[in-house]
């Protein structure tokens, strides 16, 4: 079993920021079941353009307002505490924070590490 807190995250290479936003990582491939967990906080007022060509995430919002577009069909859904949104088909989408939000994000396959975007939003892919 693995059982953690946060806490035991908190200022350790499992704590990973980016330039809105801030991603504690539960688990990793290196803990070898097969997803990745995180919770990740953005900044109140942000906006980003992410495009996850290597992974399906799945975004689970515990605080805070925001809405999420899908670039290419320009559908919009709002996001609020207990909202779902899943990029299964590799979507590139926009998501913007009017207030400062909290989410449990889960990727598959698994992030290795200390991820951040490149210049189209994506995470590597994860090497053999
Ligand atoms: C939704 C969002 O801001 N994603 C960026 C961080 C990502 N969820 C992560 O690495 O945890």
């Known amino acids: 079993m693995i ?4 806490d035991d995250l908190i200022g350790t290479e499992r704590d990973v920021r980016g ?3 801030m991603s504690r990582r539960f688990l990793l491939a290196e803990d ?3 997803f990745s967990v995180n919770e990740t906080t953005i900044d109140a007022g942000s906006e980003q353009v992410l495009w996850y060509k290597h992974h399906i995430e799945a975004n689970y919002v515990i605080d805070g307002e925001g809405e999420v577009e899908n670039v290419a069909t320009g559908e919009v859904f709002a996001l609020a ?3 779902l949104y899943v ?3 590799h979507e590139k989408h926009r998501l913007r ?3 400062r939000m909290r989410l449990v994000c889960v990727f598959t396959p698994p992030l290795t590490g200390r991820e951040i975007h490149d210049e189209d939003g994506a995470y590597a ?3 053999d």
């Open 97 to 99: 924070a009017h207030t």
């Open 19 to 21: 330039p809105v936003w």
């Open 125 to 127: 892919p994860p090497q």
């Open 32 to 34: 070898g079941v097969g």
């Open 87 to 89: 990029l299964d088909r």
């Open 3 to 6: 059982a953690k807190s946060i």
């Open 81 to 83: 505490p207990g909202s």
